[in-house]
């Protein structure tokens, strides 16, 4: 059986990490985690950030299915780590199973955004010891963004004997790690904002994290989805919040076609005007000639659809 090109990347990638001696090395663990090619490095340190719908075709289509494929990653006698505040059944019975050390948000380790909502305090409990630090806000926006801080530290103190970490370091790391595509917002007037969720979860997310920075004017929304995705369960939370559906085609045939989304936005009941796009690039630039400066536009769906916007308004060029 031949491997394929990313098997073979994989593989490459072990061999420049071996021959360069690195201290450290953060490996992401694609397509649900047990049976990706990257899972088979032993991992130090093991974690689940969220289990929710996506890859249905091949993980299932619940949260307990993919929730066990995500325990994949986890091995016995290590740290596993899970930041989903709701985290599946399926999940907790494998990491048992297997005998991972499972810590768990809110119960190891966990965030509290502080009253002036300028602050947030980290907090870890792994056997006797009990820590508790305060930080300024991430530089990256979100209660989402405050569970993925605390599990990257919680991570590292589980490493702490063998790799210690400045404090100093940490708090460089919290106010300068920015990620293109995650809430960004690109301009002012009209506020436009980035965010490649095209899950439930993430949407959810970007609801109510959109929903806090209300404006005068219309609200408009730019949406680009592939095919395999749950377009309506993704769409739902924001229902009643748009005023007008830009929706665009993708491009490639895993492209969900514009006209699809805007059944769905149709049946669902989720309110607003409607306009068809042949791509993302053409719902920005008509949404540029129509928008006032008091309205809002979000671009959501697909890293291809926030890619095309951000290519219009003129970033990596």
Same mark, same amino acid.
């Given at each position: 059986m031949a491997l394929t090109y990313f098997e073979f990347g994989t593989l490459a990638a072990w061999e420049v990490f071996a021959e360069a001696k690195v201290d450290v090395a953060i490996l992401e663990v694609g397509l649900g985690g047990r049976l990706d090619a990257v899972n088979v490095y032993d991992a130090d340190v093991?974690?689940?950030?969220?289990? !929710? %719908?996506?890859?249905?075709?091949?993980?299932?289509? /619940? =949260?307990?299915? #993919?929730? $066990?494929? &995500?325990?994949?990653? $986890?091995?016995?006698?290590?740290? +596993? %780590?899970? +930041?989903?505040?709701?985290?599946? @059944? /399926? @999940?907790?019975?494998?990491?048992?199973?297997?005998?991972?050390?499972? =810590?768990?948000?809110?119960?190891? $380790?966990?965030?509290?955004?502080?009253? !002036? *909502? &300028? &602050?947030? *305090?980290?907090?870890?409990?792994?056997?006797?010891?009990?820590? =508790?630090?305060?930080?300024?806000?991430?530089?990256?926006?979100?209660s989402a963004q405050l569970r993925n801080a605390a599990v990257a530290l919680a991570g590292l103190q589980c490493l702490h004997d063998r790799l210690p970490v400045t404090l100093a370091a940490i708090e460089q790391g919290l106010r300068e790690t920015l990620l293109l595509g995650r809430f960004q917002i690109l301009r002012q007037r009209p506020l436009i904002i980035v965010d490649v969720a095209h899950n439930p979860q993430a949407v959810r997310e970007l609801a109510a994290n959109f929903d806090r920075l209300q404006v005068g004017g219309r609200t408009h929304a730019i949406v680009g989805m592939l095919a395999d995705k749950d377009a309506g369960a993704a769409?739902?939370?924001? &229902?009643? *919040? #748009?005023?007008?559906?830009? @929706?665009?085609?993708?491009?490639?045939? =895993?492209? +969900?076609?514009?006209?699809?989304?805007?059944? #769905?936005?149709?049946?669902?009941?989720?309110?607003?005007?409607?306009? @068809?796009?042949?791509?993302?690039q053409k719902a920005m630039q008509a949404v540029q000639g129509s928008a006032a400066e008091s309205d809002r536009i979000l671009a959501f769906g697909s890293f291809y659809t926030v890619s095309g916007v951000m290519e219009v308004l003129g970033y990596g060029r």
């Open positions: 093991a974690i689940v950030t969220t289990v !929710d %719908l996506d890859h249905t075709d091949w993980l299932g289509n /619940s =949260r307990e299915s #993919i929730g $066990f494929e &995500k325990a994949g990653i $986890f091995r016995a006698g290590k740290s +596993a %780590l899970c +930041a989903d505040p709701e985290p599946p @059944l /399926s @999940l907790l019975d494998h990491a048992e199973a297997l005998g991972s050390d499972l =810590r768990l948000t809110g119960r190891e $380790f966990g965030a509290e955004l502080l009253e !002036d *909502q &300028k &602050k947030w *305090q980290w907090w870890c409990c792994f056997g006797e010891e009990g820590i =508790r630090r305060q930080f300024d806000l991430p530089a990256m926006p979100g769409l739902m939370p924001l &229902k009643g *919040q #748009i005023d007008v559906w830009h @929706l665009a085609t993708l491009q490639g045939w =895993r492209g +969900a076609p514009a006209e699809r989304l805007a059944g #769905i936005v149709s049946d669902l009941g989720l309110g607003g005007e409607v306009l @068809l796009y042949p791509s993302p």
